[in-house]
């Protein structure tokens, strides 16, 4: 597993703002890639990538994040963050190019795994017009009560491609020290930084070069720095697992054709092959 990317986590010294800024380039380009998406698929598939990173790193940090994208017309974009940084993305699209249409009745959903076990789920209709970054803006004021600034950006190059040369997001958290100077101040460097994906591509994807523009003249203390990587989860123990589902009689029906099972991991198309032998212990296994 190579580790390419990286989160940064800093808290201005004066108690106002918490930041984290995550760079996904190497783990988008390698999602994207399994995926085999383009165009707006692919961006958005980056973006939602990212967003599952932010939320596990600001939120929930020891466990494991979804953040999942679908419309009426049953697409679905998924970004699943785990500890560690280890991450991993899910388009289940129509059209490979155009993705999930968030604007006309697209949601965004973000489970959040517990310690106890169990999940916190929450769901929210997509803002018009706003993206990912305005579902998941939403999302940390409605369901997480947490004022924050964000953005995400996943920039393919030609644009439209499934070249992905830059992706990163931010969040700018406001804590209870805040006062309306440190605000207002915040709120005129984020202006000036302007839109993500054009200062990318103006600047590149240093995750520390976005933290010292987003915090330009603000003293701040560096808190954390941890990686983040395109990980997959299959084993060829869950691939047995997923032909066990499929039942004993279907089980004993493509041992007698002779056939191999052949069970795709849909995050990183890594193929798992089960010969009859394989498939014949499943069934003794079930009958005991």
Request: contains cysteine.
């Given at each position: 597993?190579?580790?390419?990317?990286?989160?940064?986590?800093?808290?201005?010294?004066?108690?106002?703002?918490?930041v984290i800024v995550a760079q996904t380039t190497g783990t988008v380009r390698a999602i994207v890639e399994?995926?085999?998406?383009?165009?707006?698929?692919a961006h958005q598939l980056g973006e939602a990538v990212t967003a599952a990173i932010l939320v596990r790193e600001t939120m929930s940090?020891?466990?494991?994040?979804?953040?999942?994208?679908?419309?009426?017309?049953?697409?679905?974009?998924?970004?699943?963050?785990?500890?560690?940084?280890?991450?991993?993305?899910?388009?289940?699209?129509?059209?490979?190019?155009?993705?999930?249409d968030l604007d006309s009745g697209g949601s965004l959903r973000v489970e959040r795994a517990l310690p106890r076990g169990g999940a916190h789920r929450g769901l929210l209709r997509a803002p018009r017009d706003g993206g990912i970054e305005g579902a998941l803006a939403s999302y940390f004021a409605q369901s997480e009560q947490v004022q924050s600034f964000l953005a995400l950006a996943c920039v393919t190059d030609p644009p439209g491609s499934a070249d992905v040369s830059a992706a990163l997001g931010f969040v700018v958290q406001l804590l209870p020290e805040l006062t309306e100077p440190p605000l207002a101040a915040m709120r005129a460097r984020l202006s000036a930084f302007g839109p993500l994906s054009p200062w990318l591509r103006a600047?590149?994807?240093?995750?520390?070069?976005?933290?010292?523009?987003?915090?330009?003249g603000c003293a701040y203390t560096p808190l954390a720095q941890s990686p983040v990587s395109f990980s997959c989860h299959c084993t060829r123990?869950?691939?047995?697992?997923?032909?066990?589902?499929?039942?004993?009689?279907?089980?004993?029906?493509?041992?007698?054709?002779?056939?191999?099972?052949?069970?795709?991991?849909?995050?990183?198309?890594?193929?798992?092959?089960?010969?009859?032998?394989?498939?014949?212990?499943?069934?003794?296994?079930?009958?005991?």
């Amino acid at each position: 597993m190579v580790v390419t990317d990286a989160v940064l986590r800093a808290m201005t010294d004066d108690g106002a703002f918490r930041v984290i800024v995550a760079q996904t380039t190497g783990t988008v380009r390698a999602i994207v890639e399994a995926q085999e998406v383009e165009g707006f698929a692919a961006h958005q598939l980056g973006e939602a990538v990212t967003a599952a990173i932010l939320v596990r790193e600001t939120m929930s940090p020891p466990n494991r994040v979804q953040v999942v994208l679908a419309d009426e017309s049953d697409n679905l974009v998924v970004g699943d963050a785990w500890p560690e940084g280890r991450t991993r993305g899910l388009a289940q699209v129509r059209d490979r190019a155009l993705g999930v249409d968030l604007d006309s009745g697209g949601s965004l959903r973000v489970e959040r795994a517990l310690p106890r076990g169990g999940a916190h789920r929450g769901l929210l209709r997509a803002p018009r017009d706003g993206g990912i970054e305005g579902a998941l803006a939403s999302y940390f004021a409605q369901s997480e009560q947490v004022q924050s600034f964000l953005a995400l950006a996943c920039v393919t190059d030609p644009p439209g491609s499934a070249d992905v040369s830059a992706a990163l997001g931010f969040v700018v958290q406001l804590l209870p020290e805040l006062t309306e100077p440190p605000l207002a101040a915040m709120r005129a460097r984020l202006s000036a930084f302007g839109p993500l994906s054009p200062w990318l591509r103006a600047h590149g994807d240093d995750p520390q070069r976005v933290l010292d523009a987003l915090l330009d003249g603000c003293a701040y203390t560096p808190l954390a720095q941890s990686p983040v990587s395109f990980s997959c989860h299959c084993t060829r123990e869950r691939a047995v697992a997923a032909a066990a589902a499929l039942g004993t009689e279907e089980l004993r029906r493509t041992i007698a054709s002779g056939e191999t099972l052949r069970i795709h991991c849909d995050y990183c198309r890594t193929l798992y092959e089960l010969v009859s032998a394989d498939l014949a212990r499943i069934v003794a296994d079930a009958d005991g």
